[in-house]
């Protein structure tokens, strides 16, 4: 992601420009995305470049809804394993 490179060249306005664009379009000629894996990397993304600049309310928003995002892809609402409990066989 173009984003993350930008990021990484400590360039935090080309960046949160690409992130905006991962975390909410739909329409990928535009940089946007249908994945809710790369959904929710730009809005991670989103969040670190708000707080580094100095954003911090924001950035909680941003960093909130990618968590939920993560919580609503992944299977957390099943019962653990006997495994996962400490159990080990």
């Not at 060249?9 to 535009?30: G, M």
């Not at 991670?44 to 609503?72: N, V």
């Amino acid at each position: 992601m173009i984003a993350l490179l930008y990021e990484k060249l400590n360039r935090v306005d080309e960046a949160l420009e690409w992130a905006e664009r991962v975390a909410t379009l739909d329409d990928p000629a535009k940089g946007g995305n249908l994945a809710l894996v790369a959904r929710m990397r730009g809005l991670r993304l989103q969040g670190r470049c708000l707080a580094a600049k100095g954003q911090k309310a924001e950035a909680e928003a941003a960093l909130t809804s990618a968590a939920e995002h993560l919580a609503s892809t992944c299977a957390c609402s099943r019962q653990p394993t006997a495994r996962a409990k400490g159990w080990r066989g």
